[in-house]
Nanobody
Framework: VHLVESGGGLVQAGGSLRLSCAAS???????VGWFRQAPGKEREFVAA????????YQADFVKGRFTISRDNAENTVYLQMNNLQPEDTAVYYC??????????????WGRGTQVTVSS
């Protein structure tokens, strides 16, 4: 399994970014999602979905702002982030794993992509 994230960068508060995660290997066996880790904080769950279901799992702090979507033909998952705020600044990681209790237990990680939101 191999995961490669892209799309991070610097954006002003209120702006948008779209992260991409290209998955290879046996990625379709697992749910796919995003986590993030801010400086000095623990890594936290952001959003996840399976490759075959329309059901989406999201952390409360991103509802209405972030959207996770997929392109099965390209084995790619996206995280559209709107109305970004400085507190969203973090390294964002793509992950594969299992859905557990409305969240995700990760098994595989990408290397991460930096998102920085200026005020």
């Amino acid at each position: 399994v191999h995961l490669v994230e892209s799309g991070g960068g610097l954006v002003q508060a209120g702006g948008s970014l779209r992260l991409s995660c290209a998955a290879s290997g046996r990625a379709l066996r697992y749910a796919v999602g995003w986590f993030r880790q801010a400086p000095g904080k623990e890594r936290e769950f952001v959003a996840a979905r399976t490759w075959t279901s329309s059901k989406i799992y999201q952390a409360d702090f991103v509802k209405g702002r972030f959207t996770i979507s997929r392109d099965n033909a390209e084995n790619t998952v996206y995280l559209q982030m709107n109305n970004l705020q400085p507190e969203d600044t973090a390294v964002y990681y793509c992950a594969l794993g299992n859905i557990i209790r409305q969240s995700m237990s990760p098994l595989y990680w990408g290397r991460g992509t930096q998102v920085t939101v200026s005020s």
